[in-house]
């Protein structure tokens, strides 16, 4: 089983390109979210799905957006990237939301200069 | 809003000492998790604490859960040094799916 799968592991942007991370998983997962990881200041929900079609914002959703079309895919989209979105961002996916632990995948250092 | 602090943010025992940290929460949630991360890593889930009182143990490390203080506490036993990592506690915040991640606790166990 592959589990949580991310691409690319790492990217530089230079200011204002765009890009999208992928993130796929193969547990049949209805719950997929998307986490970015600054030192020191632990995860911050970017944004979040209960299922293909539904999504809704986290804590920190500005400069991002996503789509869930299928079941598998969550990829979140980085519009007009800034020094601010230099992060490593993570993609989870659980069974049944809250009740089950998140899959992590391995991540995407981020780099915008 | 949920907010979720843990303490201590950084710890440097011995090996074969033990040590509890802890993990305070703001709001109301049944549920809590707690998380491994080593350096450069992806997170590993330790435990799922669903109910007040749950308790649950793994090797050398014990979790337990106090919905009524908002607290649960992470226990360490006879330290080593395998378990030098970054530990996090996450909350969900009530009636949602949202997990919210305190900002972990690097421990360092030394021989």
């Known amino acids: 089983n592959a589990g949580v799968t991310q691409t690319p592991k790492f990217r530089i942007l230079k200011i204002g390109q765009s890009m999208t991370l992928q993130c796929t998983q193969d547990m049949n997962h209805n719950y997929m979210y998307w986490y970015r990881q600054d030192p020191g200041m632990g995860l911050k929900l970017i944004y979040y799905s209960v299922g293909a079609g539904i999504t809704d914002k986290g804590e920190v959703p500005n400069g991002y957006n996503v789509s869930r079309s299928t079941t598998e895919d969550f990829p979140l989209r980085l519009e007009l990237a800034a020094p601010s979105q230099t992060s490593v961002y993570f993609c989870?996916?659980?069974?049944?939301?809250?009740?089950?632990?998140?899959?992590f995948g391995n991540g995407t250092r981020l780099t915008v200069t | 809003e949920l907010k979720v602090e843990q303490n201590p943010l950084f710890l440097s025992m011995q090996e074969g000492k033990n040590y509890t940290i802890y993990c305070n929460y703001s709001?109301?949630?049944?549920?809590l998790y707690w998380y491994r991360q080593d350096p450069g890593k992806s997170l590993e889930s330790l435990f799922v604490?669903?109910?007040?009182?749950a308790v649950k143990q793994e090797g050398r490390l014990m979790a337990s859960l106090d919905t009524k203080a908002r607290l649960s506490t992470l226990h360490i036993t006879a330290a080593v040094h395998d378990l030098s990592a970054t530990y996090f506690c996450a909350v969900s915040q009530g009636g949602s799916e949202k997990l919210v991640f305190g900002k972990g606790m690097k421990l360092t166990v030394n021989p």
């Open positions: 709001t109301t949630s049944d549920r």
């Open positions: 989870a996916s659980s069974y049944r939301g809250g009740s089950s632990p998140l899959h």
């Open positions: 604490l669903l109910s007040n009182g």
